[in-house]
């Protein structure tokens, strides 16, 4: 039953990786640039939600707030650095400085949290469910669940609201929205906090799931989410989400072959591998211009 | 008559060239005016500079009685003036009729929160726009299509759409750029009869063209820009029995050198 415990993990952290993914291309639609940054917002959500627990009790609601304004502030912080002032200037310049504030977010967590790894409140106590031979924890149920409203709310807000449609109109082409009226770097501003939103909610989940937070736990979670979008060609959010989950699947079937600690490595031979045949990624029709 | 939009010495420069360059051109309320001139005049960087797309390099735009030269877009659709684009801007991926609500937003005041709690207004506002929407559709003729994706509709119709998008703006002036390019006689008469009736509505018109027929037959004053500069302005007939059009259009009776030069200065 290993390899269905393996399954288990990976559809659990896939849908993790999914739902940054989600986040991430959801602000690549909409803001039209990558961003490097988006692995530390995960971490400020975590860090968010850690500290709501030390000073509220273990309250997932709380919690669940927290990490959700933790990363909203994070998108606050970088759509004023770097996107601001620069979304009309060459792309590049807007990407070294998503860089710079990865960096510098990483730098002051590291100053003001501390280096060691912290332990995270255990919710659950380690509860779970027997099906059969198959154990699911708590925490694992939490995950999926937290996963699904998100992922199913973002695309109620898109396609139900007005503000989703507007959001949905300055991803499809900014100058025609701007031209019926639409306040585009209003809307730029928006959806980089809806998409950080996303990526502190996984930030969260990434520490109740593990069991602990600390300051560079953002880095390989943010190119991971990276290289989903990738996959995904990366403006579409549904092939985004199905590129986090593949990478999730991957990891946890690829370490029952190799040891755990190839498990980084797998995740991203596998973007090399797919950048290489698919670089056009799943989601994109060929030869469709985005 | 009362001006509607005015241009004082407007210029707009990409480096060394001057797309739009000095131009001074009225446009009274209620009027039809056409802006006409060969490929690659200015026509469209002149539409470009009025709607807040790019800020003008010099010169001013007044729109109202108010200078918007410094305007965003977005603050000058809200004024009230829409415009339609020579190279189709849809929202390829929404449907038609959400391509046309999306011109209502402009108008309505549901907040966010409205929308996540279905609130009264929210609803009413939501009817509002479809109906309005469907309204406009069926205003200018394709509201079969209401459900379909914009990004599959025929050409012809996404030219329309377009209109009807802008029109639910609800404008005082609408700025058309080429908007029976790759259209068919019989839809380009529809077009004609479209416009004049918005028209005499009330709506003012600004419409860049190539079809000389279609710009002699519907306005009433045309502009001319050739290499960014206004080279003649008046009634259709004035336009065309001027000479420097004639030349703008025809060329001049010169030797091939000569129109070399002329092309090397220019440029």
């Known amino acids: 039953m290993y390899i269905l415990e393996q399954i288990l993990n990976g559809v659990c952290q896939g ?65 004023k650095f770097c996107y601001e002032r620069f979304l009309l200037a060459p792309k590049h310049i807007a990407i070294i400085c998503t860089v710079a504030i990865s960096q510098l977010f990483k730098s002051l967590a590291q100053i003001y949290f501390g280096t060691e790894v912290k ?37 109620l807000f898109t396609k139900k609201t007005q503000v989703g449609m507007q959001l949905r109109a300055v991803a499809q082409d900014k100058k025609a929205a701007a031209l019926v009226g639409i306040h585009v770097n209003r809307m730029a501003l928006l959806g980089n906090c809806i998409g950080c939103a996303l990526g502190g909610t996984a930030g969260l989940l990434l520490a109740v799931y593990y069991g602990n937070v600390y300051a560079t736990m953002g880095q390989a979670v943010g190119f991971k989410a990276f290289s989903a979008v990738v996959l995904g060609g990366l403006s579409n959010v549904g092939a985004a989400a199905v590129g986090g989950m593949l990478i999730g699947l991957l990891e946890n079937i690829g370490i029952m072959f190799f040891s755990a600690n190839y498990r980084d490595t797998i995740a991203f031979v596998f973007m090399v591998v797919v950048l290489i045949f698919m670089p056009q990624g799943i989601g994109t029709k060929k030869g469709y211009r985005q | 008559m009362k001006t509607i939009l005015e241009c004082k010495n407007l210029c707009k420069s990409f480096g060394g060239l001057k797309a739009v360059d000095q131009v001074n051109f009225k446009v009274n309320e209620g009027e039809i005016v056409g ?55 849809l929202f390829r991926d929404m449907s038609t009729l959400e391509n046309v609500k999306l011109g209502f937003h402009i108008q309505l005041k549901t907040t966010l929160i409205d929308s996540i709690f279905h609130t ?58 080429e908007p029976a390019a790759g259209m068919n006689p019989s839809e380009t008469m529809e077009l004609l009869q479209l416009i004049r009736d918005l028209n005499s509505e009330g709506l003012t018109i600004v419409v860049i063209e190539h079809d000389m027929k279609f710009v002699m037959s519907l ?13 003649c302005e008046g009634t259709p007939e004035q336009v065309t029995s001027n000479e420097e059009v004639k030349k703008a259009y025809l060329g001049e009776r010169k030797t091939e050198k000569a129109r070399v030069r002329k092309v090397a200065e220019h440029a």
Do not use: H
């Open chain 1, 119 to 155: 332990p995270m409140a255990s919710l659950f106590g380690g509860k779970y469910i027997q099906l059969g031979d198959l154990r699911v924890t708590y925490v694992q149920i939490l995950v999926l669940v937290m996963v699904i409203i998100m992922a199913s709310g973002l695309s």
């Open chain 2, 35 to 89: 802006i006409i001139g060969p490929n690659g005049a200015g026509k469209t960087t002149f539409f470009n500079v009025c709607t807040g797309v790019y800020a003008p390099t010099s010169g001013e735009v007044w729109f109202e009685g108010k200078n918007i030269s410094t305007c965003e877009p977005d603050q000058i659709a809200g004024l009230g003036m829409a415009r339609t684009f020579q190279n189709i801007k």
């Open chain 1, 15 to 79: 849908s993790i990786y999914a739902l940054m993914a989600i986040g991430y291309a959801f602000i690549y639609g909409i803001v039209g640039l990558v961003t490097f940054s988006y692995g530390e917002v995960a971490m400020v959500g975590a860090f968010a939600a850690y500290y709501a627990f030390i000073l509220f009790g273990n309250n997932l609601l709380i919690g669940c707030i927290a990490g959700i304004a933790g990363g909203v502030v994070a998108g606050m912080l970088i759509y």
């Open chain 2, 219 to 231: 306005c009433q004053k045309v502009l001319v820009i050739n290499f960014g500069q206004k080279i």
């Open chain 2, 120 to 177: 009264k207004r929210y609803r009413r506002e939501e009817t509002f726009a479809a109906e309005k929407g469907m309204e406009m559709l069926r205003r200018v003729g394709i509201e079969e299509y209401a459900q379909m994706n914009a990004g599959n509709l025929p050409y012809g119709i996404q030219r329309k759409l377009e209109i009807a998008r802008a029109l639910a703006l609800g404008p005082k002036i609408l700025l058309l750029d």
